[in-house]
């Protein structure tokens, strides 16, 4: 495989990466917009449980293994 090809594979796998990021941060978000109390923190519980088997890179990781 040439490098040219070999770099866009990468930046490929990088620009997912980002956009999962991405959507995992607006899915954050979007907990906070929730009216209802107990439906808020059931979707926070679920969204904590994701970020920990998950960890996307560089996306608050440790914070989020270590606030158990």
């Known amino acids: 495989m ?3 090809e070999k770099l866009q594979e990468l930046l490929k796998d990088q ?3 980002t956009a999962q990021a ?3 941060r607006l899915t954050f978000q ?3 917009t929730i009216k209802n109390r107990h439906q808020g923190a ?3 519980k679920a ?3 994701n970020a920990r088997t998950r960890r ?3 996306f608050g ?3 989020i293994a270590t606030s158990k």
């Open 2 to 4: 040439k490098q040219k």
């Open 56 to 58: 996307p890179a560089g």
């Open 30 to 32: 979007d907990i906070f």
């Open 15 to 17: 620009n997912l990466k």
């Open 61 to 63: 990781s440790r914070t």
């Open 47 to 49: 969204w904590l449980e």
């Open 42 to 44: 059931t979707l926070l």
């Open 22 to 24: 991405y959507q995992f």
